[in-house]
C-alpha cells in the first residue's frame, strides 16, 4: 500500500510539472521573438549620406534658396539642372560653406554644418569650377599642377616628394593625361586643363567630386571627348561620389543615376533620373516648350515652336 501511494504520489507531481511546462511553453511562444528583433535593428541602421540638406533658406535682398530638401546616398552620381539664375551655383556655395545658410541644415560626409570646420571639411571634398581655372599659373606644369592639390593651394613650391610624384602619374594614368604631364598650363587646352582639374581634385583622395558645368568652352568634340572620360571614370570602383552642375541634359551621361532640378531657388523635382527627366518637367525649368528624347543612354532636348514667344 505504502508503494502504491508513493507512485501514485510521484505520479501526480510528474503530472502537475507537466502541466507547468505546458503553460510554461505557451507563454514563451506567445512571446515576441527578442533575440530577432534585436539583430534586425543592428543590420537596419543606415549608411551616412554624403549629402543631406534640409529646409535650407538663404536671403541677401531677396531669397536665394528657399525650401531646399536634398539628401545624396553613397553609390549615387547626380547632376544639378535648372535655368540661369534656378540657384544651381548658389546651392553649391552654401553647400561649401562660401555662402552662410538663413536657415535650416546641411549635413555633408557627415558633418554638419555649425558644428564642424567646414574649412577642414574642404579638403575631403574635390571642386572643379571656373574659378580654379583663373587661379592657375601659366608656367605651372600638368605634373606640378596635379601635385598641388595634395597641399591644397594653388602654384606648386618647394620639393616634390616620391611618393608625391608616383600618386600624382597614377592619377595622371587615370585622367588620361599622363603623355602631357610635361606640359605648362598655358599651352593645354580647354578638355586637358578639365582633365588635369580633375587629376588635381583626385589628388587628395576626395569623397565628393563637385563638377561645375565642366563642359563650358568646350567644342562639340572635346565635349564629347571629356563626357566619356567622365563617364569611365564614374565607372571606376575607386572613384567618389560625383555631383555635376550643368544647363545641358546632353551632359547628363548613364553613370549619372539621379537628377535635382532647381526652379527660381526651390526644387522642382529630384530623384532617379529615369522619373525626374521628362519634357514636362524640364519645360516647367525653362518656362519653355521642350521634347526631350533618349537614345542608349543619353538625353537631347529640342524647343518646340511657340508663337508670339520671344527669347
Not at 208 to 228: K, M, N, S
Not at 249 to 273: C, M, N, W, Y
Not at 276 to 286: Q, Y
Request: aromatic share 4%; glycine share 8%; charged share 25%.
Amino acid at each position: 500500500m505504502k508503494s502504491e501511494r508513493a507512485a501514485g504520489s510521484r505520479n501526480s507531481g510528474a503530472g502537475k510539472q507537466r502541466s507547468r511546462m505546458t503553460k510554461l511553453g505557451s507563454r514563451l511562444r506567445d512571446m515576441p521573438p527578442l533575440v530577432v528583433s534585436i539583430n534586425s535593428d543592428i543590420g537596419a541602421k543606415k549608411a551616412v549620406p554624403v549629402i543631406a540638406i534640409s529646409q535650407l533658406r538663404v536671403e541677401r535682398d531677396a531669397v536665394i534658396l528657399d525650401s531646399i530638401d536634398w539628401t545624396v546616398q553613397r553609390g549615387q552620381h547626380w547632376a544639378i539642372l535648372g535655368a540661369n539664375g534656378s540657384g544651381k551655383t548658389s546651392l553649391l556655395s552654401t553647400l561649401t560653406g562660401y555662402m552662410p545658410l538663413t536657415a535650416g541644415v546641411i549635413s555633408m560626409l557627415g558633418e554638419t554644418y555649425g558644428r564642424s570646420d567646414w574649412r577642414e571639411l574642404r579638403k575631403r571634398v574635390g571642386i572643379v569650377s571656373s574659378s580654379v581655372h583663373q587661379m592657375m599659373a601659366g608656367h605651372e606644369t600638368t605634373l606640378g599642377t596635379v601635385i598641388s592639390g595634395r597641399h591644397a593651394m594653388i602654384g606648386m613650391w618647394g620639393e616634390i616628394r616620391a611618393d608625391e610624384r608616383a600618386q600624382a602619374l597614377k592619377i595622371l594614368r587615370q585622367v588620361e593625361a599622363e603623355p602631357i604631364r610635361e606640359r605648362p598650363w598655358r599651352v593645354l587646352s580647354q578638355g586637358e586643363r578639365q582633365r588635369v582639374l580633375i587629376g588635381r581634385a583626385l589628388m587628395a583622395r576626395p569623397q565628393l567630386l563637385i563638377l561645375d558645368e565642366p563642359c563650358a568652352g568646350l567644342d562639340p568634340v572635346a565635349r564629347e571627348h571629356f563626357l566619356q572620360f567622365l563617364e569611365r571614370l564614374a565607372q571606376s570602383p575607386t572613384a567618389p561620389t560625383l555631383v555635376l552642375v550643368t544647363h545641358h541634359v546632353e551632359e547628363i551621361t548613364p553613370a549619372f543615376s539621379h537628377v535635382l532640378i532647381l526652379r527660381d531657388g526651390r526644387v522642382l523635382a529630384e530623384g532617379a533620373k529615369s522619373k525626374v527627366l521628362t519634357s514636362g518637367t524640364l519645360s516647367r525649368a525653362f518656362d519653355a516648350p521642350l521634347k526631350l528624347r533618349q537614345r542608349r543612354g543619353r538625353y537631347s532636348l529640342t524647343v518646340n515652336p511657340s508663337v508670339g514667344m520671344v527669347i
